[in-house]
């Protein structure tokens, strides 16, 4: 395959950069299976014509695609969906049942996002959603078990990041495809000790104990790889969580001493800033990325997650 923005991660599966932001920031994954495919997360609309694009690099036509999976219905991962499919003409959607309806009617989907980031930033990195035809939606309910040509994926309810999230299990690389339930990975930030993970609290339905749990059932299943939205498959997950989980700890903490300032959402920021570039030191990111860089690529997710645990603590009151 001579397509830059695809990478062939074995086991039929492929991540491809959907274009998002930066390179090498938000993917999708394609897998394939004896001539059928499924795509799992989407992306924005943007990326529906590299999406297509390497379905025809592979070989494969249009039909030949039976599933599109989003992990949650937040654009970066299902802005593209509706576009997708009618693209798709066999494909059936698989969505979390507290996600179906956005996908069916994406007006309040829209309406939501759109009071975070403003109507141009929405048209900008978006673009327009579409809407899904009901009769091939199927909602999805945990342990369910899907099959593509022949090969089993399990389904598992995941909250935490957010209650319409489900992760996507493949037995055969022995692999989760997770969402944003095992935090983000992003490979500017790898180093000798490998990739450096944190945990992403995005509005409006972060629960740390909800998502303490998700990772621990996903972790039950002894997996080798975690495939990640943002970005890419990482080896080692049960090393990996231990950092991510102190970071959602520190985080917590951090977010029960300043509940109650007038400062709050600016101090949110300034200690989060604070947990990851000590977080990145000690990761031995110095040597490659000054704490300005670091800071520079990690400045949407700063105030993302600032912004959804003040939702989250609001929540508590």
């Not at 999406?51 to 219905?73: F, R």
């Not at 790889?225 to 498959?233: A, D, F, I, K």
């Amino acid at each position: 395959m001579n397509l830059d923005f695809v990478e062939d991660l074995g086991h039929g599966i492929y991540a491809i950069d959907t274009g998002f932001q930066r390179p090498r920031f938000d993917a999708a994954y394609l897998m394939v299976e004896k001539g059928r495919a499924a795509f799992i997360d989407t992306g924005t609309n943007h990326a529906v014509p590299r999406l297509l694009a390497a379905l025809q690099a592979l070989g494969l036509k249009p039909d030949a695609v039976d599933w599109v999976i989003p992990t949650h219905v937040h654009l970066d991962h299902a802005g593209g969906v509706g576009l997708l499919m009618q693209h798709l003409p066999q494909a059936r959607l698989l969505v979390h049942p507290r996600g179906q309806r956005h996908m069916i009617d994406p007006s309040a989907l829209w309406a939501g996002a759109l009071a975070v980031y403003g109507e141009a930033e929405m048209l900008r990195s978006y673009g327009q959603l579409l809407p899904v035809d009901e009769a091939r939606t199927l909602a999805s309910r945990d342990e369910m078990q899907i099959d593509l040509g022949g090969r089993p994926l399990l389904l598992l309810d995941t909250p935490g990041h957010a209650r319409h999230h489900h992760c996507i299990w493949d037995a055969r690389s022995r692999g989760w495809f997770s969402g944003d339930t095992f935090g983000l990975s992003y490979r500017e930030f790898d180093s000798e000790q490998g990739p450096w993970l944190m945990p992403t609290s995005t509005p409006v339905q972060f629960e740390p104990e909800a998502l303490r749990a998700s990772i621990a059932r996903l972790l039950s299943h002894e997996p080798e790889s975690m495939y990640l939205t943002h970005y890419g498959r990482v080896g080692s997950p049960k090393a990996l969580s231990l950092g991510l989980l102190r970071l959602l700890e520190a985080s917590v903490a951090l977010a029960h001493r300043v509940a109650r300032s007038p400062e709050r959402h600016a101090l949110l920021k300034q200690g989060l800033s604070t947990l990851y570039l000590g977080s990145l030191e000690a990761h031995g990111c110095g040597a490659r990325l000054s704490p300005e860089a670091q800071l520079e690529l990690l400045q949407m997710d700063i105030e993302l997650n600032a912004q959804g645990i003040g939702v989250w603590l609001d929540k508590l009151k």
